[in-house]
């Protein structure tokens, strides 16, 4: 059973900072993907970023230059987003998602590991 937990959210200036981490404990597989998502309220999940064991990081055109993800595997396996230059347009509720083999990062149908969600608020 994979188990996926999200922590660092908040409300902040646009502008700002956030670091959002995503705590998964034994998620050590050769062959994954790992990803950021989000939604806003009316709208539509959209994927953030993504990380695969092929070395590759992907972004969405909106976040590049703004948001780096990163995957953590030392003394445990957390998966981060460092969220930089905060936009209002970036608010909503973040989740990660993981799978246990590589493809296409951003469509959120073929990941079937998720997390409960952490909120982002970002005020102009």
């Known amino acids: 059973q994979v188990q996926l937990v999200e922590s660092g959210g908040g409300s902040v200036q646009a502008g700002g900072s956030l670091r959002l981490t995503c705590a998964a404990p034994g998620f050590t597989y050769s062959v994954y993907c790992m990803g950021w998502f989000r939604q806003a309220p009316g709208k539509e999940r959209e994927g953030v970023a993504g990380?695969?064991?092929?070395?590759?990081?992907?972004y969405a055109d909106s976040v590049k230059g703004r948001f780096a993800v990163s995957l953590e595997k030392t003394n445990r396996v957390a998966l981060h987003l460092q969220m930089n230059d905060l936009k209002p347009e970036d608010s909503g509720l973040y989740y990660c998602?993981?799978?246990?083999?590589?493809?296409?990062?951003?469509?959120?149908?073929?990941?079937?590991?998720w997390g409960q969600g952490t909120q982002v608020t970002v005020s102009s």
């Open positions: 990380i695969g064991s092929d070395g590759s990081y992907s």
């Open positions: 998602a993981a799978r246990k083999y590589g493809g296409v990062w951003n469509d959120g149908s073929k990941y079937p590991y």
